[in-house]
């Protein structure tokens, strides 16, 4: 079986219409990834440079860095002002990690649920204040 084929069939078990006319957002979606598909099968990897390629773009896609972030000067970019005027500072090879006065943080790092499910993030929603800066 082709990937292609692959795709398909994993498509439709999760109830993609693949020969859906009428633009929606499940025909681009479905569109554009047979489109990737199309060109990570052309490129001809193996079991190992596939899951390697597949690893790494993956993080690229999502906008992760592919290594520690080191905490110099040239990763952050000054995003607002908070009370009293101190600078709030976000890493720009990782965006979900800010720093401020106090330290750097991941912001992903504490997420609240309600007794009905209903999931939030907010001030205190702040995970470790040590985050690992390499150098």
Known sequence: MSLKEHAER???AIGYDLNETEESP???I???LFELIEVFAK???SG???SYCIDIFKKLASYEPLCP?????GEW???AEQNGGTPLWQNNRCSHVFKDEDGAYDIEGKIFREPDGCCYTNNKSRGSRNIPIHT
């Open 10 to 12: 994993e498509l439709k």
């Open 26 to 28: 499940n025909k681009w």
């Open 30 to 32: 479905a569109e554009n």
């Open 43 to 45: 490129q001809g990897h």
């Open 48 to 50: 190992s440079s596939a």
């Open 69 to 73: 972030v080191t905490g110099e000067d």
């Open 77 to 79: 970019a000054c995003v």
